[in-house]
Every structure is written in C-alpha cells, then in structure tokens.
C-alpha cells in the first residue's frame, strides 16, 4: 500500500513482478491496430529496458501538460511512430484526430510497455469509474469491518494471555503448597520415628 501511495504521488506506474496494469481513460488510443485501446480498457504494462523498445510500440510516460493553467505531470500512453538519432521517441495516439505528441520521449519519462489488454471487464470498470462515491463508501465499510474484527482479535488473543499467566501462576501456588505439605509430612514421619528410636527417661 505504502509503495502503491509513493508511486501514485509520483504520477509513476506500481509494478509487481515487473508488471502493472492502468486503465485507459480517454478516447486518444482508438484505432485499427490489434492493440489500440478504448476507454475502459485495462492495459497490461511491462517494465522493459528502454533499448528494447521498437517502432510501433504502445507505451507509457510521463509528460508536462497545462491543466487549468497549472503545469501537471500526467501519465500517457500511447505509440511510438520514429525513434530519433539520439534515441529520443516521437509518440502519437492511435486515434486519427491526434496529431504528433509535442515533447519526445527519453529513458527518464518512459514508464512501462503495454504487454497486453483486458476489454471484457470494460462494463465493471465504467461502474467503478461512474461510482466512485459508492465505491469508496463499500471499501470504507469493509476496512471499518475488518478494522473491528481485528481489534476482537487482539483482545481475545490478550484476554487469552491472561487466562494463561494466571492458571500458570495458579498452578505454580498448587506445586508450592503440595511442596510444603509434603515437607510437614515427611518431617512429622521423622519425628515420629525419632521419637520411637530415643530412649524413655
């Protein structure tokens, strides 16, 4: 969770194994191609090296765009279409309405290849993205369960530790006075006996 949060702070892609995964949110990736995307399509991203990376790939970085006025850092996918001398890569989305991406792309804004796309879960992932309010509210009452159910645990498990120390420390008094009852027996036998052995005055 940490590292998912520092990455998301980041405008950067959380990989696990090397792979990640995002969910296109614009129209810019529709197109002709096998692999272009449509809204609400879930693209699988691979870490790749960026020497890998071939004329005709889909892929992510991250790009300096005016949001309202305000430089943001926003992730884009999209294919590569030259690859430069000095390495650099031109991009454009696959929708024939996008024009050339303005800023090339370097090995320090690539991000992630698209490795492969998931369409049928299209419907859910509208949902989730149309009801974020309600989802939110769902995933807020499943931690406050598990949350409650967690703290039932420690108190069983601590009440449990009690139980435990004290039937120890109760057993422990039992041992000691068996311990001392059979030293008052085994010494009045001795006295017994040693009262037999002397001799009557």
């Known amino acids: 969770m940490f590292l998912g949060a520092s990455a998301y702070k980041n405008n950067e892609l959380f990989y696990i ?11 810019s990736m529709i197109g002709d191609e096998p692999d272009s995307l449509e809204p609400g399509d879930i693209a699988i991203l691979k870490r ?21 006025g305000t430089p943001s850092s926003i992730l884009i996918i999209h294919r ?8 650099s890569l031109v991009t454009k989305g ?45 995933l807020t ?26 039937a120890k420390k109760f057993e422990t008094e039992i041992d000691e006075i ?4 059979q030293q008052r027996i085994y010494q009045e036998i001795l006295d017994e006996e040693k009262a037999k052995i002397e001799p009557k005055k």
């Open 94 to 138: 696959d929708n024939p309405l996008n024009t050339e991406d303005p800023h090339p792309v370097t090995m320090n804004s690539y991000q992630g290849t698209l490795y492969a796309k998931i369409t049928f879960m299209k419907p859910i992932v509208n949902l989730m993205i149309n009801s974020k309010s309600v989802i939110f509210l769902g």
């Open 17 to 27: 194994f090397n792979y990640s995964f995002s969910i296109i949110p614009s129209d």
């Open 178 to 181: 068996k311990k001392q009852e």
């Open 141 to 166: 009452a499943v931690l406050v369960i598990l949350l409650i159910w967690e703290l039932a645990h420690i108190y069983s498990t601590i009440n449990k530790a009690k139980k435990t120390e004290i």
């Open 80 to 87: 590569v279409i030259e690859i430069k001398d000095d390495g």
């Open 48 to 68: 790749d090296l960026y020497e890998n990376i071939e004329l005709g790939d889909v892929i992510v970085y991250q790009d300096q765009v005016n949001i309202n």
